[in-house]
């Protein structure tokens, strides 16, 4: 049997209606309940849910560090709650998974921004040492997306969902090349998960505005992190764009999100395969969710993101990506990036 969770659902209005969902005797029987928000929204959230959790405990989630995880987990332990349900953004939910993962009780999901794939992931992303580190974890038990907070949530948070998701495509390339060139097992399920949920974004003439959209967009993220369930690794949404992501978040921390840099990362990569079409279609997809294409556009200089092109593979040792197979030279790496810099730069 696939791992995947019990139920999933779009709407408006997800987050007041949260007890109906626990009212599921496959997610919730009689045992207590907790509900973890983050500082931004709590007081908001913890009014809404109040009519229909009357028995629940809230707790706040300081930020998305494995102190503040470890905190909350200490908490649930301390309870007994038979499930944690996790409302906010990518950090509370993120640090909700690791505290129910040790505290050892299911976790619900409620999304309330569309930022990347890590809603329904197999990890965590948590501040750790000064740094960021991805620590595995069970996928949540059931998920929801509220529309409502979705339409409030910036929009560069919004459409960075659009980048992260449009990377898969970038990274199932990169998995068949491993698979090719080295003997890597490869999962056709999880690739095809993966890339359906790119594909069912990436010719869209709608965008954030459109609750149509916005449905498509949060099922292609929630398709994305169980694709990776499947693969029993980040594989299927993670190669050279996603290693330079993370090398571009270690030599210059704060430049830009997760999202946007993966969609750069994914350009670049096309870029580097000489795959005109995709790339186009890529560059196309990020220039029309107003996504950045080129380091310029987020602050960084053609050698500063040559620096962290060839720190890329360091930050996923043993993975094998376009980046690993070209092995080209600071000299040559610098010369591709001026030439994409040329083609696509404003």
């Given at each position: 049997?696939?791992?995947?969770?019990?139920?999933?659902?779009?709407?408006?209005?997800?987050?007041?209606?949260?007890?109906?969902?626990?009212?599921?005797?496959?997610?919730?029987?009689?045992?207590?309940?907790?509900?973890?928000?983050?500082?931004?929204?709590?007081?908001?959230?913890?009014?809404?849910?109040?009519?229909?959790?009357?028995?629940?405990?809230?707790?706040?989630?300081?930020?998305?560090?494995?102190?503040?995880?470890?905190?909350?987990?200490?908490?649930?332990?301390?309870?007994?709650?038979?499930?944690?349900?996790?409302?906010?953004?990518?950090?509370?939910?993120?640090?909700?998974?690791?505290?129910?993962?040790?505290?050892?009780?299911?976790?619900?999901?409620?999304?309330?921004?569309?930022?990347?794939?890590?809603?329904?992931?197999?990890?965590?992303?948590?501040?750790?040492?000064?740094?960021?580190?991805?620590?595995?974890?069970?996928?949540?038990?059931?998920?929801?997306?509220?529309?409502?907070?979705?339409?409030?949530?910036?929009?560069?948070?919004?459409?960075?969902?659009?980048?992260?998701?449009?990377?898969?495509?970038?990274?199932?390339?990169?998995?068949?090349?491993?698979?090719?060139?080295?003997?890597?097992?490869?999962?056709?399920?999880?690739?095809?998960?993966?890339r359906t949920s790119a594909e069912a974004l990436i010719g869209?003439?709608?965008?954030?505005?459109?609750?149509?959209?916005?449905?498509?967009?949060?099922?292609?993220?929630?398709?994305?992190?169980?694709?990776?369930?499947?693969?029993?690794?980040?594989?299927?949404?993670?190669?050279?764009?996603?290693?330079?992501?993370?090398?571009?978040?270690?030599?210059?921390?704060?430049t830009s999100n997760h999202g946007e840099l993966a969609g750069?990362?994914?350009?670049?990569?096309?870029?580097?395969?000489?795959?005109?079409?995709?790339?186009?279609?890529?560059?196309?997809?990020?220039?029309?969710?107003?996504?950045?294409?080129?380091?310029?556009?987020?602050?960084?200089?053609?050698?500063?993101?040559?620096?962290?092109?060839?720190?890329?593979?360091?930050?996923?040792?043993?993975?094998?990506?376009?980046?690993?197979?070209?092995?080209?030279?600071?000299?040559?790496?610098?010369?591709?990036?001026?030439?994409?810099?040329?083609?696509?730069?404003?």
């Amino acid at each position: 049997m696939l791992p995947a969770p019990l139920t999933m659902e779009v709407r408006r209005g997800a987050v007041a209606q949260l007890g109906a969902l626990l009212a599921d005797s496959r997610v919730a029987t009689s045992g207590r309940v907790a509900v973890a928000v983050g500082p931004g929204q709590g007081d908001h959230i913890e009014g809404l849910i109040a009519p229909t959790l009357e028995e629940a405990e809230v707790f706040r989630v300081a930020d998305g560090s494995v102190e503040a995880a470890v905190s909350l987990g200490a908490d649930l332990r301390k309870g007994a709650y038979e499930v944690v349900v996790g409302v906010g953004g990518g950090r509370t939910i993120d640090a909700t998974k690791y505290a129910a993962s040790l505290a050892g009780i299911p976790m619900v999901a409620v999304a309330t921004n569309l930022s990347h794939d890590g809603i329904c992931s197999p990890t965590a992303s948590l501040v750790y040492e000064g740094g960021k580190g991805s620590f595995g974890v069970p996928m949540p038990l059931a998920i929801l997306v509220d529309l409502d907070f979705v339409h409030t949530a910036p929009d560069a948070l919004v459409r960075s969902g659009v980048g992260d998701v449009v990377s898969n495509l970038s990274a199932i390339e990169d998995w068949q090349l491993g698979n090719m060139e080295r003997g890597e097992p490869i999962d056709g399920l999880a690739c095809s998960m993966a890339r359906t949920s790119a594909e069912a974004l990436i010719g869209r003439s709608d965008s954030i505005e459109s609750d149509a959209f916005l449905t498509v967009l949060a099922e292609s993220l929630i398709l994305s992190g169980m694709s990776m369930v499947i693969a029993g690794s980040s594989r299927p949404s993670s190669g050279g764009d996603h290693e330079i992501l993370h090398a571009v978040d270690q030599l210059f921390p704060g430049t830009s999100n997760h999202g946007e840099l993966a969609g750069i990362g994914a350009a670049f990569c096309f870029f580097l395969r000489e795959d005109q079409p995709r790339l186009t279609q890529v560059v196309g997809c990020l220039r029309q969710h107003q996504l950045p294409v080129t380091p310029g556009d987020i602050g960084l200089s053609a050698q500063q993101f040559t620096e962290a092109v060839m720190l890329a593979p360091s930050t996923r040792p043993g993975r094998y990506t376009i980046l690993e197979h070209l092995r080209l030279s600071e000299s040559e790496v610098r010369d591709r990036v001026e030439s994409y810099v040329r083609a696509f730069g404003s």
